[in-house]
Each structure stands twice: as structure tokens, then as C-alpha cells.
């Protein structure tokens, strides 16, 4: 692929986002190409070492805020005619509701997920804690060696449950905010690509 196939390939596919936005990414991935090539690569080399145009799209989708994507996307391109204002008015008792009914499952379901993740901690920290505890109630119970000695090793295998819980649960939580990047990601596709109009 030449350098101003690749260009405009990349620019096909960041449509949807500010103009702005657009022209400082192929910008800079020019003035990447151009540097490779001066490095002595051939245009073709120096375009192949970027990487896929998908690649480099979700790149520069994860730098750029969802809510700058969703207004450019929602931002008219021309002015309303009299007759979609009023159709916009008339259904606003039905649009208006339906609306704020989905961003606010969408903001229940966001917050559920970082609540598993804090839930998930609670409970390590709960093992953790009552490890201590039983260790503590070793020392001050009052029903022979023998009970204490329960307690004691009770609590030392509680408090070792709970490191272990400590590592699984940080991997879950990781899995958990690399996928919520996904999922961010996937929405901002379905606002930014295709080709113009």
C-alpha cells in the first residue's frame, strides 16, 4: 500500500470524528512515513511497519473521550427544517424518556461492574480481618491450649486464604477493566468509521 492509499484509507475510517481530530491523526502517521522512509525504508516498508488500518483506528479511538465522539456524531450538519422541529416536539414526550431510560441502564450496568470488582474486595478484606480476629481470640479465650490452637491456625490459614484471594481477585478485576475497555471501545466503532457522504 502507497503512502497516500494508506492516508486515505485511515481517513475513511475515522470518519465520524472531528475534523480536527481527523487531520492531526494523518498527520501524524504521514510524518511517521515520511520519517521511516527517510530512516531508508521503501514507502511500502515504511507503511507496512504501522501496522493494520483497524489497528491504528482503535489506537487513536482509545485516546479520544467518548462523549468528544458522541457530540461530534450527534452534531447536526445542517440547520432543521420547520417541520423537524416540530416532529422533534411532538415526539419528545416518546424520545425524551426512552433516552434517558437508556443512558441511565447503561449507567446502572457501568456501575454494577466496578461493584463486583469493589464486592470482590470487601469480602478479601472480610477473610483477611477475621483471620486477625481469630488469631487475636486465640490469645484471649479461656477454653484450654487446644482451642487456642484452633483458633491460631484458623486464623493463619485464613489469613492466607486471603493473600491468595488478593492475587485472583486483582486478576479478576484486571479482566474485568480490560474488558470494560473493550466493550468502550466497541461503542465508540459503531460511531466513528464507514464513508462519507
Given at each position: 500500500m502507497t503512502k497516500s492509499e494508506f492516508l486515505k484509507s485511515l481517513?475513511?475510517?475515522?470518519?465520524?470524528?472531528?475534523?480536527?481530530?481527523?487531520?492531526?491523526?494523518?498527520?501524524?502517521?504521514?510524518?511517521?512515513?515520511?520519517d521511516r522512509m527517510e530512516d531508508g525504508k521503501s514507502e511500502?516498508?515504511?507503511?507496512?511497519g504501522l501496522g493494520t488500518i483497524d489497528e491504528i483506528k482503535d489506537n487513536i479511538l482509545e485516546d479520544i473521550p467518548i462523549t468528544k465522539i458522541v457530540k461530534e456524531k450527534i452534531k447536526?450538519?445542517?440547520?432543521?427544517?420547520?417541520w423537524e422541529i416540530i416532529l422533534l416536539?411532538?415526539?419528545?414526550?416518546?424520545?425524551i424518556p426512552v433516552t434517558a431510560a437508556m443512558i441511565i441502564v447503561a449507567l446502572v450496568l457501568y456501575l454494577c461492574f466496578w461493584i463486583v470488582?469493589?464486592?470482590?474486595?470487601?469480602?478479601?478484606?472480610?477473610?483477611?480481618?477475621?483471620g486477625f480476629?481469630?488469631?487475636?481470640g486465640a490469645f484471649v479465650q479461656n477454653n484450654g491450649f487446644n482451642t487456642g490452637l484452633f483458633y491460631a491456625g484458623s486464623g493463619i490459614a485464613l489469613v492466607g486464604v486471603a493473600i491468595l484471594l488478593f492475587f485472583g481477585f486483582t486478576q479478576i478485576a484486571r479482566g474485568m477493566?480490560?474488558?470494560?475497555?473493550?466493550?468502550?471501545?466497541?461503542?465508540?466503532?459503531l460511531f466513528v468509521g464507514g464513508k462519507q457522504k
Open positions: 481517513c475513511t475510517s475515522l470518519h465520524g470524528l472531528s475534523d480536527e481530530d481527523i487531520k492531526k491523526s494523518v498527520d501524524y502517521y504521514e510524518e511517521m512515513i515520511d511500502e516498508e515504511a507503511v507496512e447536526p450538519k445542517r440547520t432543521l427544517k420547520a416536539i411532538i415526539g419528545s414526550p416518546v424520545w470488582i469493589l464486592w470482590l474486595y470487601a469480602c478479601d478484606f472480610a477473610v483477611f480481618f477475621s480476629a481469630s488469631i487475636f477493566i480490560w474488558v470494560s475497555k473493550k466493550i468502550g471501545l466497541g461503542i465508540k466503532r
